[in-house]
């Protein structure tokens, strides 16, 4: 017998690691571990993201039951949680997707190890990409740094050979019989039901057509909400390639900016935690707490900060125009630490992804790899004058807007874009010697 591990592949269609499980011909028993490594450290216990792996597992199972098998869930430490089933079940070997994150390969790496007194097979596919680790290389055989090139690469492999599915659900007659197990519930892990629900993804042909028109336009729903059903594998990512290529080459691209930055995580995992570019190590953040304070309120004076972030702390989404807007005044009006905005949209977004998060909070920041220039500063007052020029995302939001209960503007933008270009050349002045 086997066992199927679901991680961030919370689906029974083309599934690749499910697949190729049942493609054994032996029994296979699905499984999903709640890991207490994560959940025990988030501070929110609404976390809309746990209700919503939640609800997904709880749908999951139900389809399970009906093919007369189940899903096991359990709730601890993976290693734990494994040793357990070791013991209850006579497994010979485990199967599940990859997953690139810095925690998770560390956890594979135990669960791997744990394996190998008992000769059990611990066995990746890949599954959450088209094209993963050192799929996509330059000629020197080096990852890019720089997506156009590695979107040329991307597109050159794709063409040559297309993601094909995975017809898991062809196969259902190998899941393994088994009678219905309970299922823990949210309070028994400490947690409750969430205020906020995750969007469904729109993927109706009109967004799909209109993308590259009107994904900028913040007022508009024009935009897929795709991304957290892309994060927990709700949604097949070569269904959404192949939707791409039928509709829209801009959206295209945006699923392969998703890569790169996965990509780039992966070979350079530090950049979690440190600046891509060795140059802006040294920056002279101000950290101003109170400034950090207002801005994560949305209360700084600037309409479509203070929007972006009544939006996200809301519902848990931001339009992606906006974030970069918002990250750009953190980071270059603020003089904030990009790392300090990271971890804010850790805890809040729905979407929350590592590497796209890291990938680009060092993009607006200037420090990253195939960054925009530190130079290159958004004036949040053309953002408006640009994207939402009759105010209707920034008065949906900010309903005190144009009233003397609005703030002023806590900063001149003008000197504060002067001051971060003073502070950005200071630090590559410093890392030159």
């Not at 957290?228 to 080459?249: I, M, N």
């Not at 960054?371 to 004036?379: D, E, L, M, W």
Request: charged share 25%.
């Amino acid at each position: 017998m086997l066992l199927f591990w679901f991680r961030r592949d919370l689906r029974l269609h083309d599934n690749a690691g499910l697949y190729h499980a049942l493609e054994t011909g032996k029994q296979v028993l699905p499984i999903f571990i709640f890991d207490t490594e994560i959940l025990d450290k988030l501070s929110n216990r609404r976390d809309a993201r746990v209700d919503f792996i939640y609800q997904s597992i709880t749908n999951l199972k139900k389809q399970l039951e009906k093919e007369g098998s189940t899903l096991l869930v359990r709730y601890g430490k993976p290693t734990e949680v494994i040793k357990e089933l070791l013991l209850e079940y006579e497994v010979e070997g485990i199967y599940t997707n990859r997953d690139y994150e810095p925690y998770a390969r560390e956890r594979d790496e135990e669960v791997k190890a744990l394996l190998k007194e008992p000769s059990l097979d611990f066995i990746r596919f890949k599954d959450s990409v088209i094209f993963e680790r050192s799929e996509i290389l330059s000629l020197s055989g080096t990852p890019y740094k720089v997506y156009t090139p590695y979107k040329k690469t991307w597109k050159k492999a794709f063409k040559e050979k297309m993601a094909a599915p995975f017809p898991s659900e062809q196969h259902h007659d190998k899941l393994l019989s088994h009678h219905k197990t309970p299922l823990p519930t949210l309070q028994q892990m400490g947690f409750e039901p969430a205020d906020i629900p995750t969007p469904d993804p729109n993927l109706a042909e009109e967004v799909l057509h209109r993308y590259e028109d009107t994904r900028n336009l913040p007022a508009l729903d024009a935009t897929t909400r795709l991304s957290p059903h892309l994060r927990f594998g709700t949604v097949s990512v070569r269904e959404a390639v192949l939707l791409a290529l039928q509709h829209s080459d801009t959206w295209l691209q945006e699923l392969i900016w998703r890569e790169f930055f996965m990509q780039l995580l992966f070979h350079f995992p530090t950049s979690a935690q440190e600046s891509f570019a060795p140059k802006f190590r040294h920056i002279a953040w101000r950290n101003n707490e109170e400034n950090f304070q207002r801005w994560c309120e949305g209360k700084t004076g600037f309409p479509l900060v203070d929007a972006g972030m009544r939006e996200l702390n809301s519902t848990g989404f931001m339009h992606n125009r906006v974030r970069m807007v918002v990250a750009s005044f953190l980071v270059k009006d603020l003089l904030i630490d990009w790392r300090w905005g990271e971890a804010y949209f850790a805890e809040k977004l729905l979407d929350y992804e590592q590497a796209s998060n890291v990938g680009n909070w060092q993009w607006a920041a200037g420090t990253g790899a195939d960054a925009q220039p530190y130079f290159r500063i958004f004036n949040p007052d053309n953002q408006v004058k640009k994207f939402d020029k009759a105010h209707t995302y920034i008065r949906r939001w900010v309903p005190e807007f144009g009233t003397s209960a609005y703030p002023e503007p806590m900063v001149v933008h003008s000197m504060a874009r002067d001051r971060a270009i003073a502070a950005y050349k200071k630090a590559i002045a410093l890392a030159a010697g």
